[in-house]
């Protein structure tokens, strides 16, 4: 991406000063590295801002032109500047209200996860429900899971459910059993499965729609309040990183009205396109409202539906069982007739679709869904979503492209969560996060960490991506590597179509919003390997900074 002055006149020349007419800079970015991610004028020094959006973009001499002596100019010191980074699945308002409230297992011991759920017992009553979230079963030093007996030592009085990282199956002790009613004898529901060990027993494992009976006894306690606290938390955290918009890919109405209560109280960091959970859909259809209402800020999404199990717990549905469990499968979670029963409306009343399937049996189900929701009521441009997308083979990628559909595979899973791919095995990873058959076939992939479930940093996945090698070496899939600037693109362009706002960011481009990431090192020339460890200086989201370092 060499720059030459040449490239920036036809800007400047013609949007630029046009706006320029309308509106004087308020302020101005100068004597930067600006990557603009915009092909007509892929390379910047300065630009001008005002009401939140990018007035001019080119050149020193050329911004320095439409100045004055009252605008305020900041000097980029020669910094490295991208459009702000999309994450198109980033679980937001839940994990903020998570953070908040309930016990964090990201940590690497069972002797350490018991010690955090007993500190939280000793001040919680008697009888009421410890939660904990974001533990993983391969990041403890154990080398093997939790037990019912671990959660028991903990907490003898309190029913405990520990939710994996992936968010799939948790993990809970007696007390939990007992409240439940669940035991030897229960049989396991549609979708979800009891987990039993070698002697029949219960492992305290609960999977997938398993862990209804659990989560139907603990009370939803948090307060409105509260749940603005948590949209705050999360998307400070966020900002950080140099995200300026994410797309929250399950949610409730409440989550809106969290959201909308922390942009006006000016604590939404990050702009949101919050999906609604199908479960919440009817509420939304009586009230007239579908995806896409709402400002730049908060917007209503998509509607979310699951087809079936996580990659990172090992229960995707896949054609092929799973390394070293013969008769192992995963679980599908909703049938095509389901799904179609669930969304035939939704679809109808406008609503953008977005349906979670990991294995290629799920993805493929997906796909006739979405062809039969055509069939029944075609809609111009339904950029339907499959959230994930992960295990593909070529028909499957044929079948997306011809249907426009948009896959959000998993952004930092190759680089985080490396330990757990020999489940799917070397060869498998050659058609898992399938970034390069996706960009190959034209297919507008995003960047999505899922988290929880993975880390949200842009720079992991960058590196995941380019170098697809583990934190231990260990290279997965390495027919998927993309260049660095298909990635950048991936994380910046794309991630605006998902949501149907590419005329709005994306790039940084005269009369779009005012979002960008000040980074320390030029990810285009630094060492693939080194990408990870790139510091984050600054985010602007709306001509506002949102982090500083
Ligand atoms: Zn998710």
Avoid at 76 to 90: N, S
Avoid at 300 to 318: L, N, P, T, Y
Avoid at 386 to 411: M, W, Y
Wanted: hydrophobic letters at 35%; aromatic letters at 6%.
């Amino acid at each position: 991406m060499k720059s030459s002055r040449r490239e920036f006149v036809g800007l400047v020349g013609v949007a630029a000063l046009k706006a320029a007419s309308v509106t004087k800079p308020e302020l101005i970015l100068h004597n930067g590295s600006i990557h603009t991610m915009d092909s007509a004028n892929p390379r910047a020094e300065a630009v001008a801002i005002a009401g939140g959006r990018f007035l001019a973009v080119g050149t020193n001499a050329e911004i320095e032109n439409i100045s004055s002596a009252s605008v305020k100019k900041i000097d980029l010191g020669r910094r490295t500047v991208f459009p702000g980074f999309i994450d198109a699945h980033l679980h937001t308002a839940s994990s903020g209200l998570r953070h908040l409230k309930e016990v964090d297992c990201d940590l690497r011991s069972i002797a350490a996860i018991q010690a955090a759920i007993r500190e939280r017992a000793a001040k919680t009553p008697a009888g009421q429900w410890v939660v904990g979230f974001k533990y993983d079963d391969t990041k403890t030093s154990d080398g093997r899971a939790l037990r019912i007996a671990d959660l028991d030592a903990a907490a003898p009085n309190h029913p405990v459910i520990i939710t994996h990282r992936g968010g799939h199956t948790s993990w809970v002790n007696s007390r939990a059993l007992q409240v439940a009613d669940v035991n030897e004898k229960t049989p396991d529901p549609p979708g979800g499965k009891f987990e039993r060990g070698p002697n029949g027993k219960l492992t305290g494992r609960a999977m997938e729609t398993a862990t209804a009976p659990f989560r139907s006894k603990i009370r939803n306690t948090a307060t409105r309040s509260e749940r603005r606290e948590g949209v705050k938390l999360i998307t400070k955290m966020i900002a950080r990183t140099g995200i300026t918009s994410v797309n929250d890919p399950q949610g409730s109405p409440e989550d809106l009205t969290a959201y909308q209560d922390a942009y006006e109280s000016g604590d939404l960091s990050v702009r949101v396109y919050g999906f609604i959970s199908q479960g919440f859909i009817k509420r939304m259809l009586a009230a007239g409202v579908h995806s896409g209402l709402g400002n730049e800020w908060v917007r209503v999404g998509a509607m979310k539906m699951v087809c079936d199990g996580s990659i990172s717990e090992r229960d995707a549905r896949v054609s092929q069982p799973y390394i070293g469990r013969p008769d192992d499968y995963g679980i599908l979670v909703r049938t095509g007739d389901q799904l179609f029963e669930d969304s035939r409306e939704a679809h109808a009343a406008g609503w953008h679709i977005g349906t979670h399937a990991n294995g290629d049996v799920a993805i493929d189900i997906v796909l006739k869904l979405y062809e039969r929701l055509q069939k029944e009521t075609p809609r111009r441009d339904p950029r339907f979503r499959i959230e994930h997308c992960t295990v593909i083979n070529d028909d499957l990628v044929r079948r997306i492209k011809a249907q426009g559909v948009i896959p959000t595979p998993f952004s930092s899973y190759v680089y985080y969560h490396g330990e757990k791919m020999k489940e799917y095995g070397a060869e498998r990873l050659n058609h898992m996060f399938a970034l390069r058959s996706f960009l190959d076939a034209g297919v507008r992939a995003t960047m999505s960490s899922d988290y929880p479930p993975g880390p949200f940093e842009p720079m992991m996945f960058l590196q995941s991506a380019v170098t697809r090698t583990d934190t231990h070496g260990t290279v997965w899939g390495p027919t998927q590597r993309i260049t660095i600037e298909e990635a950048l693109r991936v994380a910046t362009v794309h991630g605006s179509y998902a949501s149907f706002e590419e005329k709005q960011k994306g790039t940084i481009e005269a009369g779009k919003l005012a979002d960008l990431v000040v980074v320390g090192r030029d990810p285009l020339t630094a060492d693939p390997s080194t990408l990870v460890n790139i510091p984050i200086e600054r985010t602007m989201v709306g001509g506002q900074w949102m982090f500083e370092a």
